[in-house]
T-cell receptor, first 114, second 113 residues
């Protein structure tokens, strides 16, 4: 499989559930990103990992917990979410942690919180 | 900090007509500029990018964009739109030395028969 893959593609969860989103890149990149895309709002950068180290956390609530066990995998652990967290969650990767390198996106996970 | 403005939320174009989507950026130095396209339920796909050199950049699917430093703009163009081009288009700016991109709010392109 090539590119950036995300699983699951769709997820429905209750506010008391715990779930995880998975992202995998097969491009040999060493920077990975989580974005949140809500209707009528700009793409929101949540977390950036470079060489498996978190280098950016844009004031994301603690109910979102990222994990990057190696340069190919990125997880977003979810617990006690709110309905306003319903959105499309996009993962991306880029060749290195320097500006100018385009990011490659996965297809996203459509999350619905009931 | 950099910012991106896409002034048009929606644009409707007839199939076969030309297209121009506007993007204005704010950044103190030479920016890295990107256009992405997103089809419904999909992730973002890179159409083209500008780093340096020739200010007219060719991309995939017949798209091109022109970097105009004097206007702080990076408008996307296509001479003849196809119904398959209906999607949302995002302009983004990156800064040298940083990995993150700043995205505009997007422009939804509708193509009429």
């Amino acid at each position: 499989e090539t590119g950036v893959t995300q699983t699951p593609r769709h997820l429905v969860m209750g506010m008391t559930n715990k779930k995880s989103l998975k992202c995998e890149q097969h491009l040999g990149h060493n920077a990975m990103y989580w974005y949140k895309q809500s209707a009528k709002k700009p793409l929101e950068l949540m977390f950036v990992y470079s060489l498996e180290e978190r280098v950016e956390n844009n004031s994301v609530p603690s109910r979102f917990s990222p994990e990057c066990p190696n340069s190919s995998h990125l997880f977003l652990h979810l617990h006690t979410l709110q309905p306003e967290d319903s959105a499309l969650y996009l993962c991306a990767s880029s060749p290195r942690d320097r500006g100018g390198n385009e990011q490659f996106f996965g297809p996203g996970t459509r999350l619905t919180v009931l | 900090a950099q910012s991106v403005t896409q002034p048009d939320i929606h644009i409707t174009v007839s199939e076969g007509a030309s297209l121009e989507l506007r993007c204005n950026y704010s950044y103190g130095a030479t920016p890295y500029l990107f256009w992405y396209v997103q089809s419904p339920g999909q992730g973002l796909q890179l159409l083209l990018k500008y780093f340096s050199g020739d200010t007219l950049v060719q991309g995939i699917k017949g798209f091109e964009a022109e970097f105009k430093r004097s206007h702080s703009s990076f408008n996307l163009r296509k001479p003849s739109v196809h119904w398959r081009d209906a999607a949302e288009y995002f302009c983004a700016v990156g800064a040298h030395g940083y990995s993150t991109l700043t995205f505009g709010k997007g422009t939804m392109l509708l193509v009429s028969p």
